[in-house]
């Protein structure tokens, strides 16, 4: 099934996921889902991730980390550059997600990092997602 938004359609198997308190959750693979789950396993959001192509598509399999009584690490994860509204940012406008204890995740010409890193090279980008 083709979907308009993937990166959007990521997030919502890992809320789903999360809801149901599940270990791992299998997503169709592509090379910025891939670089998004790098990030969130940087940034310590994920306990880990590994693809799998010997499945049709192939599948991206993030294991979800887990504090505690099943308290999520992730607390909330949201799209904000959607297919009908993008959104891009100058280093200046780099936006700060609850004052700095969430990750906002930005593509970039130097490829997908945080709003962090940004400012370290000094650039803007696409501001694809927030996440706490």
């Known amino acids: 099934m083709a979907h308009t938004d ?7 198997r890992m809320k789903n996921a999360i809801l149901t308190e599940k270990k791992d959750v299998a997503i169709p693979l592509s090379i910025i889902k891939l670089d998004i789950a790098k990030i969130l396993k940087e940034e310590g959001y994920i306990a880990n991730f590994r693809v799998d192509k010997t499945r049709l598509p192939n599948q991206l399999f993030v294991e979800l980390k887990y504090s505690g009584k099943k308290q999520n690490v992730i607390e909330g994860l949201k799209r904000i550059s959607k297919p009908g509204r993008r959104v ?7 936006p700060q997600v609850l004052d700095g204890l969430g990750v906002a995740v930005i593509s970039t010409s130097q490829g997908i990092v945080t709003g962090k890193e940004c400012k370290k090279r000094n650039i803007g980008g696409e501001v694809l ?4």
């Open 6 to 12: 993937p990166i959007a359609d990521m997030l919502t």
């Open 129 to 132: 997602l927030y996440v706490w």
């Open 88 to 94: 891009y940012t100058e280093v200046d406008g780099i």
